[in-house]
């Protein structure tokens, strides 16, 4: 993330990294930071797939979608998010995550994308849990919930749905640039006070107001 540029050593991951649609693939991404770094301080989980399933599909394309789903958006984050907690724990030190969820967690989302809200509400749900469990130990967990966002993903859903249509439901008439997310998940990240931990932020151009 560049916002954390110059302020941390950062290990990003990308597909060819770590496969977390494989129920292995967490953990062996936790074990190839721990090898690289030696140490994590921060967990930022920000994987996530959009794909669509629709409600006639068959049992099994709809169990396949939904399976995929859940696997890369929140059994994957669920898995570093313990991996993190059992690291610090170990070390005797607190630490922090910043789960990147989604507007969808609270809205919902389009008929097809279901899943994709409700593994996204997990995510809300899981880091509330997190923040409440170990506080204590000064393990803090944060969410970041951004509206469309202007990445790869967020371009193709733009085109097949009518971007224009999409954008009339922005207040701010605009997506959101992946730098203001970055910028938010890097305060998490970094300065926000020990008493933030189990809050939400929305990064949605007030599209859907809570």
């Known amino acids: ?60 394309e709809w169990h396949a979608g939904w399976g995929r789903t859940m696997q890369i958006n929140l059994q994957a984050s669920a898995d570093l998010c313990r991996r993190a907690i ?31 809200a409700a593994s996204k509400a997990g995510m809300v749900g899981m880091t509330k849990s997190i923040a409440r469990g170990f506080a204590r130990e000064q393990i ?15 371009d193709d859903y733009l085109a097949s749905r009518g971007g224009d249509t999409l954008l009339a439901d922005i207040p701010l008439g605009r997506v959101a640039d992946p730098a203001e997310v970055a910028s938010a998940a890097a305060y998490l990240a970094l300065e926000a006070p020990a008493s933030m931990t189990g809050a939400v932020i929305d990064i949605n151009g007030a599209s859907f107001v809570r």
């Open 140 to 154: 803090l967990a944060f969410a970041v919930c951004p509206g469309f966002t202007m990445t790869g993903m967020a």
């Open 1 to 60: 993330m560049d916002a954390l540029a110059g302020r941390a050593q950062v290990m990003g991951h990308g597909s060819a990294d770590a496969d977390l649609s494989d129920p292995g693939g967490a953990d062996r991404l936790w074990d190839a930071a721990i090898a690289r770094l030696g140490r994590v301080d921060v967990l930022i989980n920000n994987a996530g797939v959009f794909e669509p399933v629709a409600v006639d599909a068959s049992l099994d």
């Open 86 to 116: 059992l690291h610090w724990r170990e070390r005797g030190v607190g630490g922090r995550i910043v789960n990147i969820a989604s507007r969808a967690a609270y809205r919902g989302d389009s008929p097809a994308h279901w899943h994709y």
